[in-house]
């Protein structure tokens, strides 16, 4: 069956860094666009990152352009989010997301929290 697997998650102090990893199987990785996904207390479920399927185009929130990357390695099925820079607004379950045409496939998400 289709699984998708965070982990990395953990508490950080501002300005420090995580990556989060997601592990994929049950379906056919390489060609589905990868994404991560994020919610806070209280607020809605924001897409922070976009990877294609090749690995080739990503894209990123304007809230964390220039501190998050986004890669993929497709011969291990694996999405990777480097965090860096992290604000106390990073705070938030991240989520892996996998999405081709109309199907859509979630992670049971991991907690990131920076604080001091």
């Known amino acids: 069956q289709v699984q998708l697997v965070e982990s990395g998650g953990g508490l950080v102090q501002p300005g420090g860094s995580l990556r989060l990893s997601c592990a994929a199987s049950?379906?056919?990785?390489?060609?589905?666009?990868m994404k991560w996904y994020r919610q806070a207390p209280g607020k809605e479920r924001e897409l922070v990152a976009t990877v294609s399927s090749g690995g080739g185009i990503t894209d990123y929130a304007d809230s964390v352009k220039g501190r998050f990357t986004i890669s993929r390695d497709n011969a291990k099925n694996t999405v990777i989010l480097q965090m860096n820079s992290l604000k106390p607004e990073d705070t938030a379950v991240y989520y892996c997301n996998a999405r081709r045409s109309i199907n859509s496939y979630w992670g049971q998400g991991t907690q990131v929290t920076v604080s001091s």
């Open positions: 049950g379906f056919n990785f390489n060609t589905y666009t």
